[in-house]
């Protein structure tokens, strides 16, 4: 992280505001951070698998004058939610003395496979584990922690609306 630039980048539209965005590594998650760096968000790069990936986009923001640092965590179980906002926490208190938090984009997903007849109860639990519960305790355990003019963003997919065979859960 860049020593005085705590909050992010002074003066910009985001400057003095704090993000996190789960299953930054890549795809839309990696493409919200970088934007929400670039707007002068603190940005938490959250990950699960892909480190070298979240590390590389820390590395990026911080090379244009911003600020971000990642955490791990698999957001399939309990404890890999509850590990995401320890880390948080003690992230927050630790490099910007608050535990404050101004966004949360809950992005990380996957998508479920199989049709109907072939898919299985684990295949099942895991989508509604990292699609649906861990939003639901991210946000049961992060909405006391954020300040006034704050911002949930909870993205879904046509998918829970419409019926597509292939990705039948
Ligand atoms: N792309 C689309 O066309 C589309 C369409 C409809 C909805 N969406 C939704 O938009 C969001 C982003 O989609 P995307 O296509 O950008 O996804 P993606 O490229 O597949 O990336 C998924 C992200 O979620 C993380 N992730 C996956 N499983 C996880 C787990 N068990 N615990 C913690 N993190 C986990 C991944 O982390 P690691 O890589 O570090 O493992 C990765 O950062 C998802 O919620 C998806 O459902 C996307």
Known sequence: MNAGLEYGIP????????????????????????R??????????????????AQALV???E????????????????????????ELEEGLLGRLGSIGLDILINNAGIASQGTLGATTEAAFDEVFAVNVKA?????QALVPRL???GRII????????????PEAA
């Open 135 to 139: 939003p639901f305790f991210l946000l």
């Open 36 to 53: 929400l760096a670039r707007e002068g968000a603190f940005t938490v790069i959250h990950y699960r698998r892909e480190e070298a990936a």
């Open 154 to 165: 909870n993205l879904s997919s046509l998918v829970t609306r419409m019926a597509y065979p």
């Open 147 to 149: 300040r006034d003019g």
């Open 63 to 86: 090379g244009a004058s911003g600020a971000a640092w990642a955490i791990q965590a698999d957001l399939g179980t309990m404890a890999g939610i509850e590990r995401l906002v320890r």
């Open 59 to 61: 590395e990026e923001i």
């Open 11 to 34: 003066g910009r539209r985001l400057g003095g505001k704090v993000a996190l965005v789960t299953g930054a590594s890549r795809g839309i998650g990696r493409a919200i951070a970088l």
